[in-house]
């Protein structure tokens, strides 16, 4: 007998729940694509999008996942042979500084570990000793969706300043984009890429990079740009073909619009940050309350480095496996893999799990899956302290 009948969950990562109403706005015919309303639509995106991203600058709108914005970002600043410094804190750190080597980039990582943020002193350090300012952007994960780290965008581009260093500042805001604080010109990021699927609340495909004015300068004399990739016609075109390179992703166009509508003109970014904030606390308070009778722990101790869009817990081998299959199929919870988080090559990682709570969800959402993952310790006999779900509630009734 199972549980998990009725109405599932998806506590993964990304791709994140996609609203009723998101869904339903992509439910329809195909539109004309050469003239007519779909064109005002799209239009309509840009300003928006900045709005989420709180910049003055210029975005572009991609068919693609996460990695296709990596790529594109790469291709519009870089030439073969460029440098680069990557920040890494876990595994979307790290592959990011991968797209750049498969692409011809020398990079330097700095790897920080999977459990602390960036050390600050080796960023200086390693930004000092570039003499020739050689390296032509610092690369970062504001949020690292394996790990769970959230790292200091302003404190990164800090010390760039205090360094005098020319180098662009290139973050990665995937898995926190609409979820957690982000000030893309007040905190001085001159490219930043983000995807549909996980804070925009919208089905996997499409894919976005920001860019200033700066960005742009060092894009002119980029020799990786490639026809497809180039931003400018994306972001600047007349015809509405020059915007996506060939056919739009009409339908999911449709649904970026209302899912903009409720971030941006409904709820308030702002709003967004802020409920991410006590839905994250609630997770941590949870798992915090199991850990103090048994072997689970939250992945990262300083609570000022933790995302608010999702949670990496440690669980002894093969404890993290097993709680994630038994909520899956037993309660119709899933919850996320632990991405590298035992090894970097073990994508399974059975002692570990992530805990999404980003997009659309709220507190019955992620109490429910409270509620779950306790009772399948309870299942498992993995031994767990008292009190969880009564002090995250505690969390959430005094927001």
């Known amino acids: 007998m199972s549980l998990g009948h009725g ?43 900045k709005a989420v991203a709180r910049t003055k ?47 011809g980039i020398d990079t330097e990582l700095l790897d920080f570990g999977r459990k602390t943020g960036l050390d600050l002193a080796r960023v200086e350090a390693a930004l000092r000793a570039d003499t020739a300012h050689d390296l032509k952007a610092v690369m ?34 995937i898995a926190s984009l609409g979820c957690e604080r982000f000030e893309m010109d007040g905190w001085g990021v001159d490219v930043m890429v983000a995807a549909s699927q996980k804070g925009l609340m919208t089905p996997p495909g499409l894919g976005f990079v920001w860019f200033n004015d700066k960005a742009m300068s060092v894009h002119l ?26 056919t739009a992703p009409t339908q999911h166009l449709y649904g970026l619009r209302e899912a903009l509508d409720m ?12 409920r991410h904030e006590v839905l994250a606390r609630a ?4 798992v915090s309350h199991w850990g ?27 404890h993290g496996t097993d709680l994630r299959k038994w909520c899956e199929h037993k309660a119709g919870v899933t919850l996320g893999i632990g991405l590298g988080m035992e090894t970097p090559d073990d994508p399974n990682s059975d002692g570990a799990f992530r805990i999404a709570h980003m997009g659309h969800v709220n507190a019955h959402m992620t109490l429910g899956v409270l509620g779950v993952i306790e009772a399948g310790l309870s299942a498992l006999n993995i031994p767990f302290g008292e009190g969880a779900l009564a002090a995250a509630a505690k969390v959430i009734s005094e927001a």
């Not at 360094?163 to 973050?171: K, N, R």
């Not at 997770?283 to 949870?286: D, G, I, K, P």
Request: aromatic share 8%; glycine share 10%; net charge negative.
């Open 292 to 318: 103090a009778g048994g072997p689970m722990a939250l992945n990262v101790a300083d609570e000022a480095l933790r995302s608010r869009a999702v949670t990496s817990v440690i669980l002894p081998t093969p």
């Open 140 to 173: 970062m994960v504001q949020t690292d969706t394996a790990t769970s780290i959230r790292n200091d965008v302003k404190a990164v581009r800090g010390v760039l300043d205090a360094t005098g260093h020319p180098a662009l500042l290139m973050v990665d805001c």
């Open 263 to 274: 971030l941006v003109h409904e709820e308030g970014v702002t709003a967004a940050w802020a």
């Open 283 to 286: 997770v941590w308070t949870a």
């Open 57 to 103: 600058g210029d975005v572009a709108i991609y068919i693609g996942n996460g990695h296709a914005t990596w790529e594109a970002s790469l291709s519009n600043i870089f030439s073969r042979g460029d440098k680069a410094l990557v920040l890494a804190t876990g595994r979307f750190g790290e592959g990011w500084g991968e797209a750049a080597r498969g692409l």
């Open 221 to 246: 004399t980029a020799g990786l740009v490639t026809p497809y990739w180039n931003w400018t016609p994306r972001s600047k075109g007349t015809m509405f073909y020059q915007k996506f390179d060939g």
């Open 7 to 49: 109405r599932s969950y998806l506590a993964i990562p990304g791709p994140s729940v996609a609203p009723d109403r998101v869904l339903n706005a992509m439910h329809r015919p195909a539109p004309n694509i050469y003239e007519g309303p779909l064109h005002d639509l799209v239009e309509t995106l840009y300003p928006d999008l």
